[in-house]
């Protein structure tokens, strides 16, 4: 049959084009042509109009979304792990915990929360980060429990 | 807390079929060149290697873009003209060292995972030879 008439692939090649968008136009035209001669031969075969043998190839191919995504040139080496590095949420949370002090419950929360942060940042290889912010969180959450014992103690009894 | 997901093990496969897939590619030049079609099909009737045909076409390019492979374009027996890929020497010492180093890799993997890696290595070797 010949696919250039077909309407599934018609609607196929669109979507490739579109996914493909952000390629360069003689990348995208190369993968276009590609995919095209490809149907082609596989469909040599089949008679015209047979919907269940193209869909059978399409499914074989992947979806076009797939396809232009391998076609995206891979980041550099050694870049992966900074593009896909996030702030760790627990790094955040002692960093709140230990600024709202909750009646020293924060503070504790802070220090737990701080610790485990960056114990993980650590073993994230990379992909996380926000070890400041753990710091951070440790050092107000120490400071939130031991000011107000020392406080407490400094106080002459009897003012409680 | 978690260091390993559950989809860990296939991640790490999906990343190893990855790198790997490019030599697959130059390994089926090795005795000569293929048309992209019979490329696509071979790779895909591997058990486990390709997941979708459509994402060879891009390494395809990107191997010629390196210089690894060449192409050609050629008339068939029956409808358009085809294009055939052939290694080029770059291709060939790519190749080469590839092989070695993966022999000793997947020997090193094979010994400490595999219980019964003579019979598992035995049938992956035929496969690839065919």
């Known amino acids: 049959m010949n696919v250039h008439a077909d309407p599934l692939v018609d609607d196929y090649l669109r979507r490739l084009d579109a996914a493909a968008s952000a390629l360069p136009a003689h990348r995208r035209e190369e993968l276009a042509a590609q995919i095209r001669d490809h149907l082609q031969e596989a469909l040599r075969q089949a008679p015209a109009g047979d919907k269940a043998a193209v869909r059978t190839v399409l499914e074989r191919l992947g979806t076009p979304e797939e396809i232009a995504a391998a076609a995206a040139d891979p980041p550099p080496p050694g870049q992966p792990a900074a593009a896909f590095s996030q702030v760790n949420g627990l790094a955040i949370a002692s960093l709140v915990l230990a600024v709202l002090w909750f009646a020293g419950i924060g503070a504790v929360l802070a220090l737990v929360f701080g610790y485990r942060a960056r114990s993980q940042i650590k073993n994230s290889a990379g992909t996380q980060t926000g070890s400041g912010l753990a710091t951070a969180g440790i050092i107000l959450g120490w400071i939130g429990i031991t000011l107000p014992v020392v406080i407490l103690w400094a106080l002459p009894p009897g003012k409680l | ?130």
């Open chain 2, 1 to 130: 807390m978690l260091y390993m997901e559950p989809g860990q093990a296939r991640n790490t496969v999906s990343q190893l079929r990855k790198g790997t897939l490019e030599y697959c590619v130059l390994a089926l030049l090795r005795d000569g060149r293929r048309y992209a079609f019979e490329l696509v099909r071979t790779l895909s009737e591997a058990d486990g290697l390709v997941v979708s045909e459509g994402t060879i076409y891009p390494l395809l390019s990107r191997l010629r873009r390196d210089r690894l492979v060449s192409t050609s374009w050629q008339e068939s027996e029956a409808g358009p003209p085809r294009r055939y890929y052939q290694l080029t020497d770059a291709g060939k010492r790519a190749l080469a060292d590839f092989s070695d180093e993966w022999t000793r890799f997947r020997d090193a993997v094979d010994a400490l995972v595999a219980p019964q890696a003579e019979t598992t290595q035995g049938e992956q070797g035929d496969e690839r030879a065919r």
